[in-house]
């Protein structure tokens, strides 16, 4: 592709650090950075975010950072604590986020801050304008930013924009409890293309335009909209899988895999960000049931749990790690023995050789979110599994489900049955193992981030062609 891509992101793909009184900004690397660096990177185009949290930099060090970030031609869009408060922590997470994830139970009481999210996507729109020349493609990526396509639109009639949303796009039944459903939705439709990774998120967006607007897309996908077509289309995003196996097969990474591996004890691996949609309560009381089900696992098995802190300025999110450490406690109390201990909690974010051990030490990874848009680390754990080993569980409302289908798939909500996928899991013969994680392994290789990014972008350049 030849136009130049200007990637809008509500984080842009860096961290800042100080050392030693030195600012120093470098990529940070998984999910959405990897797929789209490479356009970013062949587009020659500009990435347009927010830095995160530029705690401990003085005004003098902040000459300096801004030249590290154009250098990687990156364009920050600073947010003042307030907008932090109300745009990041209240609307976009404490607010479009449960109602993504279908939990209307976690929303406060009383919400104010949407006229903060519409002057920060208006910021982010602004920054767009400001860069984009004639024949730049814009892509705006997320709930953060849901209005930031029709700003864009209004600022540049005739750009060429896309829009994805990583999350799930819900029910309509649950979208519609938002008082400004019609406004968002109106936000989203400033796209040329809007991609989803499912068919079911994308035909749950497809109801609420209809219900909301009246509006039908055909066949194809395209809507038309005051006098534009829109088409909405499904992407599921997948991983650099190459790279993965690549990573996992180093040689510090097979030390350490050994490490954890013990003759003694089966190994069930959760990695999650400490996220009350990943579903680690039910999980716990899963492995908890399994012990009651199934006793002989009893000082047999352990479970290593990986809990990356996140958001953890909103509400629902403290209350969240206090429920998991408890449940940790609990289960631990009521199982250990002076030798053994059921679960082993860690609340902290992990070196990525851990990450590719963990996953290759694991007998079972357990991937069982309520809900999640797609979710990336079922399909690291296969990509990374280059001895063709290991049972993935996976709940049927991830995203990942559709693809996964060798995967042991559970409906998280259904304890007993997540404790029995564990039993199965454990005790499945080793061919039927390599027989379905060979198959997960053909199905992450074959359909790549490259591939998912390509297959956006075409569809994007395809509807310029087709005009
Ligand atoms: C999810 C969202 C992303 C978000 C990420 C990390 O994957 O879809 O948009 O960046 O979580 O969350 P954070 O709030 O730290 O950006």
Redesign the pocket.
Known sequence: MDARLLIV???LPVTVKVEDGHPTVSRSVG??TTGLQTPHDRSGGLWIGWPGDLEGITPVMRADVDRQLAELRTVPICLTDREVTLF?EQI??AVL?PICHDRIDRLPLHVEGWDVYESVNARFADAVAEHHRPGDVVWV????LLRVPALVRERIPDARIGFFL??PFPNPEIFFTLPNRHWLVEGMMGADLVGFHTRRYHGHFRAALRRLFSVEADSNGIARWRSRRVKLGVFPISIDAADFASRAAAREVGLKTREYQTSSLRLLVGID?L?YSKGIPRRLVALKRLFMLHPEWREKVRLIQVAVP??DRVDAYRRFRREVSSLVGQINGEFATPTWTPIQYIHRSIPSDVLLALYRAADVMLVTPLRD?MNLVAKEFPASRIDDDGVLILSEFAGAADELTDAILVNPYDVDGTAEAIHRALTMEVTERRHRMRRLRHTVQEYDVHRWAESFLGELEGMRNEE
Do not use: A, E, I, K
Request: hydrophobic share 15%; charged share 25%; aromatic share 16%.
């Open positions: 992101s509500n984080r999910g959405l990041y976009s997470n986020w990526h997320d709930y953060q990583h999350v960000r996220d996140t958001r848009g």
